[in-house]
């Protein structure tokens, strides 16, 4: 099956197999990845993933994103490429990604299984600069960086939206809870003030009579 670049097939897709080299350790340093621990002088990237804040590293990006990107061209899938044609998409048969048939290797034609290049090797790394914080990168590390930083800059703007989106909601629901307030005071004071007028007798008329 061949879906199409701008559908989402699987809303929680499954991620790509974790590389050997990300196993998670228990540091619990502000500078590590929070999914694989990893330090790296390069940049953490702010994700919003399964309505949760986090920061991590550009290979986790890209695993934890499968769906959204072809994991050899590394454009995001949905948005148009000006010198490209969408093509068709063949999608992994171990994980959720999603790859060009442009882009794919040779591989069987379908129904035979097809898997990408990060379930297909097991050292495969999306991002795996020298050592030192000061190094340079290739230009298909600074592709897969660009990729996982726009993947991140989408999941923060749909983090602003749901976040207005829920600040909006209860703003409606403090409005509801202020009128329903305002109206029970408005009735306490109407029943206390008829029952007021039940309890104070009404004044005499006339003088008093007087008596031999």
Not at 81 to 92: F, K, S, T
Not at 183 to 199: G, N, Q, R
Request: glycine letters at 2%.
């Amino acid at each position: 099956m061949n879906p199409s670049p701008n559908s989402n097939p699987n809303p929680n897709p499954k991620p790509y197999p974790t590389a050997p080299h990300a196993a998670r350790t228990q540091s619990s340093s502000s500078g590590d990845c929070d999914n694989c621990a990893t330090r790296s002088p390069w940049l953490l990237h702010h994700v919003r993933l399964r309505r949760m804040l986090r920061r991590l590293c550009t290979s986790c990006v890209l695993r934890l994103h499968p769906s959204s990107f072809c994991p050899i061209c590394f454009s995001i899938h949905g948005v148009k490429q000006p010198d490209r044609e969408p093509g068709e998409l063949l999608r992994c048969s171990n994980c959720a990604s999603l790859t060009h048939s442009r882009c794919a290797p040779s591989h069987p034609l379908p129904p035979f299984p097809f898997l990408c290049p990060p379930c297909s090797d097991p050292t495969f790394s999306f991002f795996s600069p020298p050592p030192g914080s000061r190094v340079s990168i290739d230009a298909k590390m600074a592709t897969a960086l660009l990729c996982a930083a726009k993947i991140a800059a989408s999941s923060m703007a749909e983090a602003v939206r749901a976040a207005e989106e829920e600040a909006g909601r209860r703003a409606k629901e403090a409005a509801v809870c202020r009128k329903r307030v305002k109206e029970a005071l408005d009735k306490v004071s109407a029943v206390a003030a008829a029952a007021k007028k039940k309890t104070v007798p009404p004044p005499e008329s006339g003088k008093p009579k007087s008596t031999a």
